[in-house]
């Protein structure tokens, strides 16, 4: 969770990085993370954000998801899975 009292641009990611066996899953990821006022949909307070996955085998194409907020609700496929609360993550 970052603040700023500008506006900046925040990306991650990783040049050869892997979420599973480093010898045989190399993967390139790069995110711009997106501020949550560009999510909001101000009319009814909700937001969403949504993954697609890549081409990749399962064990490098996994997002990682990182509640802004208390009572985050992640849904896979439409079908609600979690809840969480600011600061937890879910890597699916």
Do not use: M
Request: proline share 3%; with cysteine.
């Amino acid at each position: 969770l970052v603040q700023s009292n500008k506006p900046i641009a925040l990306n991650c990611g990783s040049f050869g990085g892997t979420n599973g066996d480093a010898n045989n899953n190399l993967d390139l990821g790069f995110d711009q993370i997106v501020p949550i006022e560009n999510i909001r949909n101000k009319d009814t307070d909700e937001t969403k954000y949504i993954f697609v996955r890549g081409y990749g085998i399962d064990l490098t194409e996994r997002p990682l998801l990182v509640a802004h907020e208390d009572n985050t609700e992640v849904f896979i496929n439409e079908i609600s899975t979690t809840t969480l609360n600011a600061g937890q993550y879910l890597a699916i």
